[in-house]
């Protein structure tokens, strides 16, 4: 019986999020951030999203893509609410 030589998960298929590029990037001082869609009525419920580890966490509805500031350690204070980011469009 032959054995069939398994691909190693991280050879099996190309990192789709690196493959495209985010429709927005928005760059926050705190690991855990909300997105809305700030579109009003064209927008999405809002959605809390933590980073973990990483130093970016992307949106399941609207694909944004928040990155930590260089040099931050993502805690949260009271400037840094959570759920708010420092965004243009800020909440």
Known sequence: MARKAKAKPEEARPAIADAVPPPEVIVVGSKRVACDGVGGALGHPRVWLEMGEATYVECLYC??????KSGSEGLENELTAPGVYEGSHGH
């Open 63 to 68: 694909d944004r893509r928040f990155v930590l």
